[in-house]
């Protein structure tokens, strides 16, 4: 069982950075692969980026590819997602998921969610 917890979130100006973090439960954080989620209002889940266990791959929605940047410390059992010139399409609630299987884009193929936190880019 990992019981992950977002934080970070906030309300930015267009440009400014911000970075999320998650944190996780249990022993075995190192075997999971791990990946951002975002909702935004009236719109779908969609993938935003993912690490493997090893922080050796990650992969990153068009949308966002050059602008965040997914990273991990397994010694800190914490995953982030550095966003850098954040527009204002960016504003959703992000998630971060835990997958025992290889990074994916998947929702479904991910075992465990965290409850979300609030991203709002305006001026």
């Known amino acids: 069982q990992v019981q992950l917890v977002e934080s970070g979130g906030g309300l930015v100006q267009p440009g400014e950075s911000l970075r999320l973090s998650c944190a996780a439960s249990?022993?075995?954080?190192?075997?999971?692969?791990m990946g951002w989620f975002r909702q935004a209002p009236g719109k779908e889940r969609e993938f935003v980026a993912a690490?493997?266990?090893?922080?050796?791959?990650?992969y990153y929605a068009d949308s966002v590819k050059g602008r965040f940047t997914i990273s991990r410390d397994n010694a800190k059992n914490t995953v982030y997602l550095q966003m850098n010139s954040p527009k204002p399409q960016d504003t959703a609630v992000y998630y971060c998921?835990?997958?025992?299987?290889?990074?994916?884009?998947?929702?479904?193929?991910?075992?465990?969610w965290g409850q979300g936190t609030q991203v709002t880019v305006s001026s």
């Open positions: 249990g022993r075995t954080f190192s075997s999971y692969a």
């Open positions: 998921a835990a997958t025992r299987s290889v990074m994916t884009r998947d929702e479904e193929r991910n075992d465990y």
């Open positions: 690490i493997s266990w090893g922080a050796g791959s990650t």
